[in-house]
């Protein structure tokens, strides 16, 4: 197993992240195979790893508890545990006491190893910063009560609203989780926060690394480039191998729901090979080839005369996201939005269109963009369903 030396801590590169742990049957809602749980958990132990993320919503709230029990199965300094505080599910008040007491009972544990603020974005970072919940300072009096080890974030926000958090408060965080794939490293400017968080000597505790398993099995042609130049590994070991490439990556998660994708992760953690340029390059070709995106290059010279003042270059940007594949990352951005900066609020003037230098048919996007996003359930919608299901 390959390891990172955090603050003396010698951590797992890979950890088991369990939002997406095995289920009983295939069916919406069905409940978690504890029992399949506690093998893959027992091989994890035995192969190395040590690193376990859950979080308050994960499976209905259902993934805290689990993980708790099977976990307690094991002497408590053999594992580092993390979980979550949900300020990012829409409500009417938060008190990060009630839930941090909850999580640590669900646990059956007395403190958390690392202990993160739940997706900072675009519009919970007003919840996470509002003094009248005091959320912030109550998690930096729990870590210095001994009851949090390490405190950091996760976002699924833009560049820009990442700096705003890292300039309030990055000297508080120990580490910052995002959203990080060969794919991701342009589609949603991974390198740009990658950088960001480098430049700003935080560590990169990576999710999606293999994007929900979108990145687990590509076009035949694709996969066949890459068995010609590693023909011993499989495809989602690439994802892996690009992350172990960068020098700030100190935690890999990764979603496994079955055995069998327990050991091959295994196996691909148990020594570093990143990819050398070539093969960088060449996956980042492929990459380019999957997006099938609208070709728009952020010059911007169609946001001078909208009418509406809508940011055109990067709504394009997250239909792009959207046209590749559907996500919640879509539903959280959009509803952060005023309603007239959305999609639905072009006139379809065409004023953008004509100077475009691409030749983009933008009123044509923006109304493809309103039609999908219609057709979707709103961040706010999610929240209350989550709420009602864990009810």
């Not at 010698?10 to 997406?20: D, E, V, Y």
């Not at 000297?171 to 794919?183: A, S």
Request: include cysteine; charge should be negative.
């Amino acid at each position: 197993m390959i390891y990172t030396d955090f603050q003396g801590l010698k951590l797992s590169l890979l950890g088991f992240g369990t939002m997406r742990l095995p289920q009983c049957s295939n069916e919406p809602g069905s409940p978690v195979d504890e029992l399949q749980v506690e093998r893959m958990v027992e091989y994890a132990m035995e192969h190395g790893v040590n690193y376990f993320d859950t979080a308050y919503p994960y499976h209905n709230g259902e993934s805290e508890r689990i993980i708790g029990r099977v976990l307690n199965k094991y002497p408590r300094e053999q594992f580092y545990l993390a979980t979550k505080y949900p300020g990012h599910q829409i409500s009417k008040s938060y008190d990060p006491a009630v839930i941090f007491e909850e999580q640590l009972k669900k646990c059956g544990v007395e403190y958390f190893d690392f202990y993160l603020l739940h997706n900072v974005y675009e519009n919970s970072i007003q919840t996470y910063t509002d003094p009248r919940w005091g959320i912030v300072d109550y998690f930096l009096e729990q870590k210095r009560l001994g009851r949090i080890r390490h405190l950091g974030f996760s976002s699924h926000g833009s560049v820009s609203n990442l700096t705003e958090f890292l300039d309030l408060y990055g000297d508080k965080m120990e580490f910052c989780q995002i959203q990080l794939n060969y794919l991701d490293w342009t589609l949603q400017d991974g390198k740009e926060k990658y950088d960001l968080l480098t430049q700003r000597n935080i560590p990169v505790w990576v999710m999606e690394p293999v994007r929900g398993g979108r990145l687990a099995k590509l076009e035949a042609a694709d996969e066949e480039k890459m068995k010609n130049k590693r023909p011993k590994e499989g495809v989602p070991a690439w994802a892996f191998r690009f992350l172990q490439g960068l020098p700030n990556v100190q935690m890999i998660l990764s979603g496994m729901s079955s055995m069998e994708q327990m050991q091959e992760n295994v196996s691909t953690f148990e020594t570093r090979k990143a990819l050398t340029d070539t093969e960088e390059a060449m996956l980042l070709e492929i990459a380019e080839g999957m997006k099938n995106s609208i070709p728009c290059t952020s010059c911007r010279y169609c946001c001078d005369g909208c009418p509406k003042g809508l940011d055109i270059p990067m709504l394009l940007a997250v239909y792009n996201e959207l046209r590749f594949a559907p996500n919640l990352n879509v539903s959280m951005r959009m509803d952060a939005l005023p309603e007239e900066k959305r999609p639905a609020a072009c006139i379809g003037c065409g004023k953008c269109a004509k100077i475009c230098p691409q030749r983009i048919d933008i009123p044509e996007a923006m109304q493809g963009f309103a039609h999908t996003l219609s057709k979707m359930p709103s961040w706010a919608e999610i929240c209350r369903q989550r709420d009602a299901a864990q009810k």
